[in-house]
C-alpha cells in the first residue's frame, strides 16, 4: 500500500511485525575506565601477625572529568607487595579481582563492607592502637576504605579520637592478652567488646555499657 506524505517528516519510526507491544530492554553496560599512562597512587603500609613483614598496599586512581567542573578521582588497581608473597597467593587473586571490579566503574565501595565481614576462623588480632581485625582480608577492606575516604568517594572516618583514646587504653591496661579474650559486640558484633573501667566497651564502634 502506497501512501502520499504530504506534510513535512519530522520524526519516524520502523515498526517490525510483532513489535508494537514488546517493550524494548536496553541494558546499559558502563565502559570500561580506561588507563591513563601514568597514575597517581597511595602506598599504606600495613603489619600485621600473620606475616613476618609489613605488607604495602599500593592503590592506584584515575582522574575522572579531568579539568571540568566534577573532576574527581576513582580507584583504578591495587598491588599488595611484601618481601615474603609466596605465602600469599590468594591476596595476589584477590587484588586481581578488586582491581577488576574497579575498572568496572559503577559504585564500587561495597567492597569495603564485603571485604571487612570476613572473619578469620582462626581469629583475628589486635593492630598496634588496640583496633581489632577480624582478619587479614578485613584489613586489606579498611585500608580501601581508608582511600575512599581520602579522595572523597565515601563519607565518614575510620575512628573518632575518642575511640582511639580507648583503644589506647585497653591496649595499655589489659594487654594483648587480655585483648585476646574480648567478647562479641551486642551492637556490631565484632570481637572487641572488654572490660574497661567497669563498662564493657566495644573498641570497635565505641559501644559501652556499664554496670
Ligand atoms: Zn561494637
Not at 530492554?25 to 597511595?42: H, K, M, N, S, Y
Not at 592503590?59 to 579531568?66: A, C, H, Q, S
Request: proline share 4%; hydrophobic share 35%; charged share 25%.
Amino acid at each position: 500500500m502506497t501512501t502520499k506524505i504530504e506534510k513535512q517528516i519530522t520524526a519516524y519510526e520502523v515498526i517490525k511485525p510483532g513489535s508494537e507491544q514488546k517493550e524494548a530492554t536496553v541494558t546499559q553496560i558502563a565502559p570500561l575506565l580506561e588507563r591513563d599512562d601514568v597514575l597517581e597512587g597511595t602506598t599504606y603500609k600495613i603489619k600485621t601477625p600473620l606475616s613476618e613483614h609489613a605488607l604495602y598496599i599500593t592503590i592506584n586512581d584515575v582522574i575522572m572529568k579531568r579539568g571540568e567542573a566534577g573532576e574527581h578521582k576513582r580507584p583504578f588497581e591495587i598491588f599488595i607487595n611484601s618481601k615474603n608473597m609466596e605465602n600469599f597467593s590468594w591476596i595476589v587473586a584477590l587484588t586481581r579481582v578488586i582491581s577488576a571490579v574497579f575498572r568496572k566503574g559503577g559504585d564500587v565501595t561495597f567492597l569495603v563492607e564485603e571485604l571487612k565481614a570476613v572473619f578469620d576462623p582462626r581469629g583475628g588480632y589486635y593492630k598496634k592502637g588496640g583496633k581489632y581485625m577480624p582478619s587479614l582480608v578485613a584489613e586489606i577492606g579498611e585500608v580501601i576504605q581508608q582511600h575512599m575516604i581520602s579522595i572523597g568517594m565515601m563519607e565518614g572516618q575510620l575512628a573518632t579520637p575518642e575511640l582511639e583514646a580507648k583503644r589506647a587504653m585497653a591496649q595499655k591496661t589489659l594487654g594483648e592478652e587480655g585483648m585476646k579474650n574480648a567478647h562479641c559486640c551486642p551492637m556490631c558484633n565484632a570481637k572487641a567488646l572488654v572490660r574497661l573501667d567497669n563498662c564493657d566497651t566495644c573498641l570497635e564502634c565505641g559501644h559501652s555499657k556499664c554496670g
